[in-house]
């Protein structure tokens, strides 16, 4: 079939076509954002979940709901090997700019870039054309402690925001990769908002480990988050993920196709995008049959093998590589630690800095105490199928 038709779209947080499943989710999010607006509380969302079930489609789609209901949205993704501030920097001049061009909000906006000069000094932050410390607003966000001073901030452009009749959200993906002191300075000022009632929520995205991370770095942080579970999707999400986009270009697939997609993908939504947009690609034409998946199959495998799994994989030592390989040879996780030490021979409290360095790594986390798992879907099936021939 016509490739340029074809409906499927995998990709680092692409929307798919049909967003299945995820419409509870979307709703929670949508009424918390038009009560906060209109100044009732609600809390924060940190959506938490594996590599590839769609966290970032879902980020993309709170930013398209908050601007359709008066928010100024910034977007970040939490870097791993620098720090919050100057991500966060530049997000939080871009809204105050567009809130100084507000005539209800314009004094207000002006004194919040005046104090985020003096937190672009105090953490020693590159301004470009802007130069540090001029006209700051003294006493306000320059204190040098993050917690204090990013609260400060969040309420500098919460009241300007609130001014102009607007809201601000921010949007944090990979937020595992926050400092724990990042972490909680951005709890924190998220607790000053929901005091103070202003119009500024946090939504963010990360690995399920986030939410003992949130409580470690503070106790108080489950009442001002939920934390919806982004899970692989059901079979029913799973079939209309394929089917309806099929059907808006007049396709069909036959029952046992989708249920060898299900199969082959165990529901998640990145692997369903990989295997529908094969299975177009290779079928001439409708309906999309058995063999159809099957010659999908061996693409789909090839394509994630040299780019999704492949790139995570060669960011691992060797070390790193010889311990997610027992892993995998002990079958599907969750993992024992102790098995894992078994597996390879070794002390299970010697392998401790190892694993830690994995975990960091994003490769893996620990869903409960003493076991360790993969963040990545079907990570287990290419080390057993590509490196342990099993």
């Known amino acids: 079939m016509d490739p340029v038709a074809n409906p499927f779209s995998p990709g680092a947080g692409s929307r798919p076509p049909e967003l299945a499943g995820r419409e509870e989710i979307i709703r929670d999010a949508e009424v918390g954002l038009k009560r906060v607006i209109m100044g009732k509380n609600a809390q924060s969302q940190i959506f938490l979940g594996l590599r590839g079930t769609g966290k970032t489609v879902l980020l993309n789609e709170v930013l398209d709901i908050a601007e359709r209901e008066g928010y100024i949205s ?17 997000a939080m001049r ?6 100084s061009a507000l005539e209800g909000a314009k004094h207000l906006a002006t004194r919040g870039l005046q104090a985020l000069r003096g937190f672009a000094s105090v953490f020693k932050i590159k301004l470009g054309d802007v130069e540090i410390g001029v006209d700051a607003d003294p006493g306000v966000a320059d204190s040098g402690h993050l917690d204090i001073d990013l609260g400060d901030m969040f309420e500098a452009i919460g009241r300007a925001a609130q001014a102009a009749g607007k809201g601000w959200v921010l949007l944090i993906d990979e937020i595992q990769y926050l400092k724990e002191e990042e972490l ?27 939410a003992k991370l949130s409580g470690d770095a503070k106790s108080y942080s489950e009442r001002l988050f939920v934390y919806p579970k982004i899970d692989a999707l059901d ?6 993920a394929i089917t309806k986009p099929l059907d808006a270009e007049n396709v069909k697939i036959e029952n046992d196709a989708i249920s060898k997609i299900n199969k082959m993908t165990s529901g998640y939504p990145f692997f369903l995008q990989e295997w529908g947009h094969h299975a177009w690609n290779v079928a001439d034409g409708s309906p999309i049959d058995i063999n159809d998946i099957e010659r999908a199959t061996e693409k789909a495998f090839a394509r994630l093998d040299d780019g999704f799994f492949r790139v995570r994989f060669d960011r691992l030592t060797n070390a790193e590589v010889d311990y ?9 996780g969750p993992y024992k630690v102790n098995d894992v030490a078994k597996a390879l021979g070794k002390d299970p409290k010697s392998l401790g800095p190892r694993r830690a360095s994995i975990i960091t790594k994003g490769m893996i986390y620990s869903p409960s105490y003493g076991e360790i798992d993969f963040t990545v879907p079907l990570f287990d099936d290419f ?8």
């Open 324 to 332: 997610v390989e027992a892993m995998a040879s002990l079958g599907s």
């Open 184 to 210: 909680a300075a951005v709890i924190v000022a998220v607790h000053r908002m929901s005091q103070r009632k202003l119009p500024v929520m946090v939504f963010a995205g990360g690995l399920p480990q986030i």
């Open 74 to 90: 910034a977007f970040i993704e939490a870097p791993e090997n620098k720090p919050l501030t100057e991500m966060i920097y530049p």
């Open 94 to 99: 871009q809204v105050l700019r567009k809130l």
């Open 383 to 390: 080390l057993r199928r590509t490196r342990l021939e099993i």
């Open 235 to 240: 079979e029913v999400a799973a079939h209309d």
